[in-house]
DNA sequence: TTTAGCACTCACTAAGACAGAGTGCTAACT
DNA sequence: AGTTAGCACTCTGTCTTAGTGAGTGCTAAA
């Protein structure tokens, strides 16, 4: 669909009114807004083509118009085309990221930024273990039956998982096993390695290296199922008026706690280019209606590690998000890769 | 404050009335309420009595009334005082906890539980590292400055640290430092273990022992400030009525976003005998004003390790949540319990 | 001590009137 | 042909008024 330019500037201008006051938009308060230099009258004509195409509507025969998802969508289409001189931070802006003792504190310092600064709920897909490669493997028996796993990936993150085995091999040759292991897969992302040790038929050979591999298959074995996303800036959805009505809020809740409904979107940002962005009913679920989620991966050069991204309504100022995810997706990504030379 | 029978009855039915309808109640209908054989006029005299102490008041001169926070306060009293009874379960009731396959599963399992049978948001302080035995320590060289240091509790927990240092010791040197440090503190709690690594002197000593303990300081210097508190089931918070005004829940949710607000009751809790309750303006803090929190302790026969509680309008069912409250407990203590002997 | 009766208070609701904002249409203007 | 001014119309939101119902406190009788 193409505008236009006058009824360009007319939509974004609708749009940008009904985002700062919350309210249906009228020709004539339109006409007083500077930078529009039209009679009321005129705008009525522009606002009833946009109403025909479906950009904006009206609640009542004698109320503003409110912008509707696909008139959002026109409007942040066009940010983004706009947007396209993609600004690339300098790392000296991010301030002093290298204090960080963990990922945990860098994903939530910056999540907590975010949340301010767009004043939004953040949420945030964290390192996908699957995608980051391999660092360091060590087994540190437990007992009879247990073997702690240690895995550690290039960027810093360390995966703790108990395996119960029917009997645990002596210590020297869970080291050996565990620099067996070490060799094959160094700098291998842990996909690749369960693919490649899917591969590899299970023997009931007893040598060494069958045993380290069996044993392999069961510690890089990351589950899928509990993905790491996590929430911050819960409270920012509350005090929108957007969602009054009959518990809308607590079937937002209820979406975000199901953490699996919003994966899909965010593992499609962490591959995708830029800032994703679902609008209203274009999200999968209905819940969310009224929602805009906006997302955009974070990573080293090569290697999309996860995805950052902010819920909040429809009605939100796209321009100002948008710009906040691109520099938090940045600064993340710098402080990771921070993290990951100190080593 | 002591009541006669008659007034005492009248109250608790005021109380209950209040929590199933939402609504202020009046004499008249509480008349007909099953158990009441009073005429109206006579409970107005009682319900005068009951304002005049404080426990019930009423909004304005032609309403119903509703209880206050020294109300309920009367009313939880009560029903802990006739509780007193103490259930414990058999451990069959509890069903099978034996899958889990973590901490997290286990703590994330009852929690969902708790959240579904009491319609309230649940919170947990999960099990305090300081408080629990140390188990098991490991080092796993990084690089040429970093050393992972793996601790293991008796409970299975594991936390993990990187430790920068000037310069890394060889394998073998951690290796032995490892043992060393296993040895000296095994089946202590690592509050033990860090006061009596702040009693020995920092010596400047390069002998073994003297390096090992100058890791162990470093290693075992857990931080308290980022406590592990966990919410589920936010979105029960959202469908309650009693929070309808100006933006209430959002305070309510900043505060549970700063978990260190709650963090106190909940140590207090894990410490207490019981169930613990706060009711209202009880709260230290003014957000919770229209919230009662409740919260139990969890652990072994000897040890406390932390508490589970769950979080809700003070129009609440205390004896049901109180009793879910019991039962998670302590079935969260026994499935710690059998987690831990599997060791 | 309990109860019935009565007068009074006050919130909630419905209905009507009115103001305000907004629209669409038509005719005049550039 | 595009733009603007004017006008009639629609519809919501608010204000007022009146009426209803629930609830109370007080008094007097049982």
């Given amino acids: 669909m193409e505008l236009d330019q006058r009824s ?3 939509l974004t201008t609708i749009i940008e009114q009904y985002i700062q006051n919350a309210e249906p938009v009228g020709s004539r308060n339109l006409a007083k807004v500077v930078g529009v230099d039209l009679s009321a009258a005129t705008i009525r004509n522009v606002m009833s083509d946009l109403t025909g ?3 904006i509507h009206q609640l009542h025969t004698s109320a503003g118009r409110v912008p509707t998802d696909v008139g959002y969508r026109y409007y942040v289409d066009l940010i983004q085309k706009n947007n396209k001189s993609h600004a690339s931070y300098s790392p000296k802006k991010f301030g002093d990221t290298k204090k960080a003792k963990s990922i945990e504190g860098i994903l939530q310092t910056i999540t907590e930024e975010l949340v301010q600064t767009t004043n939004c709920t953040s949420v945030i897909l964290s390192p996908q273990a699957g995608k980051s490669q391999f660092k360091k493997i060590d087994f540190i028996p437990l007992g009879q039956t247990q073997v702690l796993v240690v895995l550690v990936t290039q960027t810093g993150m360390v995966k703790n998982r ?3 085995l029917k009997h645990c091999p002596e210590p020297e040759t869970l080291e050996k096993m565990a620099k067996l292991l070490q060799e094959l897969f160094t700098k291998m992302t842990f996909s690749q390695i369960q ?11 007893t040598g060494l290296t069958a045993q380290a591999i069996r044993l392999g298959k069961k510690a890089f074995n990351l589950d899928q199922e509990n993905e790491d996303i996590y929430l911050s800036g ?4 509350c005090s929108f008026p957007d969602f009054g009505l009959q518990g809308e809020l607590a079937g937002i809740f209820q979406v975000l706690e199901e953490k699996s409904l919003i994966s899909g979107f965010l593992h499609q940002a962490t591959n995708g280019e830029g800032v994703q962005v679902a609008i209203g009913h274009e999200n999968s679920v209905r819940e969310l209606g009224h929602c805009s989620i906006l997302a955009m991966g974070y990573g080293n050069a090569g290697i999309k590690l996860g995805s950052i991204g902010v819920i909040g309504p429809t009605r939100m100022n796209y321009p100002k998000v948008i710009k ?5 997706s940045q600064k993340l990504s710098f402080a990771l890769s921070q993290f990951l030379d100190e080593y």
Avoid: P
Avoid at 195 to 205: I, T
Avoid at 324 to 328: G, K, M, N, R, V
């Fill in 8 to 10: 360009e500037q007319i």
């Fill in 53 to 55: 195409l479906g950009l």
């Fill in 162 to 164: 108990i395996l119960n």
């Fill in 195 to 205: 693919e490649k040790l899917m591969g590899v038929l299970s023997s009931e050979d």
């Fill in 234 to 237: 819960e409270s920012k959805l």
């Fill in 324 to 328: 906040a995810l691109d520099y938090s």
